[in-house]
Nanobody, 122 residues
C-alpha cells in the first residue's frame, strides 16, 4: 500500500508561481513513478506531469509543458511540482498518484492522494 499526501496549494495571482509537494510513503513506494493530475470544476481530470522512480525521466501534458516542472527528492520521499506563469485556467484541485510506468493516463494509476486546491486570480 502506498500513501500520498499533497500540500502547497493556495491562492496566487496571474503570472505568479507556486510549488506543490507530494510526500510518498508505504511499502515499495520508491519503485513507483509519481504523476500529478488536476481537475477543474466541471471538467475531466487532466494529466499534468509524471516522473520516473529512479532515472529522472519526465513527461508533461501539453497545457503545462514549458511552465511546470516536476522533480523528485528520493531522500525526502517527496515529489514536487513547480508551477510558473500561472493563469486562471490553471485553477483546479491538484492530486498526485502512483503508477509503475511513466505515464499521465489516469486509468493506470494505482494509488491517489486527496488533492490540494490551487486558485489563480485574474
Amino acid at each position: 500500500q502506498v500513501q500520498l499526501v499533497e500540500s502547497g496549494g493556495g491562492l496566487v495571482q496571474t503570472g505568479g508561481s507556486l510549488e506543490l509537494s507530494c510526500v510518498v510513503s508505504g511499502s515499495g513506494s520508491e519503485y513507483y513513478s509519481i504523476a500529478w493530475f488536476r481537475q477543474a470544476p466541471g471538467k475531466e481530470r487532466e494529466g499534468v506531469a509524471c516522473i520516473d522512480s529512479s532515472s529522472g525521466r519526465t513527461i508533461y501534458g501539453d497545457s503545462v509543458r514549458g511552465r511546470f516542472t516536476i522533480s523528485r527528492d528520493n531522500a525526502k520521499n517527496t515529489v514536487y511540482l513547480q508551477m510558473d506563469n500561472l493563469t486562471p485556467e490553471d485553477t483546479a484541485v491538484y492530486s498526485c498518484a502512483a503508477t509503475i510506468i511513466l505515464t499521465i493516463l489516469k486509468s493506470v494509476m494505482d494509488y491517489w492522494g486527496k488533492g490540494t486546491r490551487v486558485t489563480v486570480s485574474s
